[in-house]
């Protein structure tokens, strides 16, 4: 995927997508330990999303096997790779905030 927009206006859109990642993270978490299926596959769905449009396709990638685990309600599948999605989005977050500041300096 190719971003066609202004180099300020992708920043930002790494930006936001930064700041969303803890709130993620944490509903995702909440709703595994919870069985709330419908709520996880919502929040995933929206990783996906948002993180394809920023470029990431592999992370978007990992994403959309576990949306489309939940949309079969595939518990098994949910609690088996939740935790390293989690681990990912973290290094991800990481990660874009170094390109953040870099781009700041």
């Given at each position: 995927?190719?971003?066609?927009?202004?180099?300020s206006?992708?920043?930002?859109?790494?930006?936001?997508?930064?700041?969303?990642?803890?709130?993620?993270?944490?509903?995702?978490?909440?709703?595994?330990?919870?069985?709330?299926?419908?709520?996880?596959?919502?929040?995933?769905?929206?990783?996906?999303?948002?993180?394809?449009?920023?470029?990431?396709?592999?992370?978007?990638?990992?994403?959309?096997?576990?949306?489309?685990?939940?949309n079969?309600?595939?518990?098994?599948?949910?609690?088996?790779?939740?935790?390293?999605?989690?681990?990912?989005?973290?290094?991800?977050?990481?990660?874009?905030?170094?390109?953040?500041?870099?781009?700041?300096?």
């Open positions: 995927m190719v971003y066609t927009g202004s180099a206006l992708y920043l930002k859109a790494l930006e936001l997508f930064v700041k969303s990642i803890d709130e993620k993270t944490a509903l995702l978490e909440k709703c595994a330990d919870e069985g709330d299926l419908r709520l996880y596959t919502i929040t995933v769905h929206a990783l996906k999303s948002t993180s394809l449009s920023i470029g990431m396709a592999s992370f978007s990638e990992q994403a959309k096997a576990l949306e489309l685990a939940g079969r309600e595939d518990a098994e599948q949910l609690r088996h790779e939740t935790p390293d999605f989690l681990r990912l989005c973290h290094e991800v977050k990481e990660g874009l905030e170094a390109v953040l500041s870099a781009s700041v300096s």
